[in-house]
């Protein structure tokens, strides 16, 4: 089977420096994907790991270890605007079919003042 | 091209009613997907189109939905005989078929309240 966890809740300052966890099982993977989803909007692609280590965008940084199973999000200098969920997906397979992608269920992050 | 369009934003329909979607993809996107997201939890697969042709279909999707696309390019997701069960967010979602790092492109989704 397919098991995606991710913390359901978060909360951070403004300022400071946040890191959320994706742990994974699946049957193959190709890829690790982390997602942006502001409440009632699409959900809006951040980041992608293939290969193990730390790819950084920006304020972004993404890690993976496949031989874990796990990945993190880390975001840092936080902005109110990064109250969100963050969706880690995974695909196991090189094919775009969508049983081969599968989301977790997201981290709701709180950015207090 | 400015995405991925999906209407309405929201319906309120009774149940027992049937109601529709529409999702218009990015034009040069082959590949279309719908998903279903309850509140707290991720997208969950409904179904896929490769140009005109369905070819996955989640367990998730009973009998009472449809999906089409018949031109391969719009596609429609029906719901019949709505049960208080089908309120979600219902997104759609495209991608070309080359593997590539971006993942999905998403719509924003329409938000289904069945009352």
């Known amino acids: 089977g397919q098991n995606i966890d991710q913390p359901t809740e978060m909360t951070a300052t403004e300022g400071a420096i946040v890191q959320i966890n994706c742990t994974y099982q699946?049957?193959?993977?190709?890829?690790l994907f982390w997602y942006q989803q502001h409440a009632g909007e699409a959900p809006t692609f951040l980041s992608y790991?293939?290969?193990?280590g730390l790819e950084e965008k920006g304020r972004f940084s993404s890690f993976l270890s496949r031989s874990k199973g796990y990945s993190y999000l880390l975001l840092k200098e936080l902005q109110m605007k990064d109250s969100a969920s963050y969706l880690c997906?995974?695909?196991?397979?090189?094919?775009?079919?969508?049983?081969?992608?599968?989301f977790g269920p997201g981290t709701r992050l709180s950015v207090l003042p | 091209d400015t995405g991925v369009s999906q209407d309405p934003r929201h319906k309120i329909t009774k149940r027992g009613q049937n109601v529709t979607f529409r999702c218009d993809p990015i034009?040069?996107?082959?590949?279309l997907y719908w998903y279903r997201q309850t509140l707290g939890q991720g997208p969950e697969f409904l179904t896929y189109?490769?140009?005109?042709?369905?070819?996955?279909k989640s367990r998730l999707l009973s009998d009472r939905f449809s999906a089409e696309r018949p031109k391969g390019s719009f596609s429609t997701l029906e719901i019949q005989r709505t049960e208080q069960g089908d309120s979600a967010m219902y997104l759609c979602?495209?991608?070309?078929?080359?593997?590539?790092?971006?993942?999905?492109?998403f719509g924003s989704g329409t938000r289904l309240t069945v009352v």
């Open positions: 979602a495209s991608s070309t078929g080359i593997l590539n790092s971006n993942g999905y492109t």
């Open positions: 699946t049957s193959g993977f190709n890829g």
């Open positions: 790991n293939v290969l193990d």
């Open positions: 997906a995974v695909r196991d397979s090189e094919d775009n079919y969508g049983q081969n992608f599968v």
């Open positions: 034009s040069e996107h082959n590949r």
């Open positions: 189109f490769q140009n005109e042709a369905q070819l996955e």
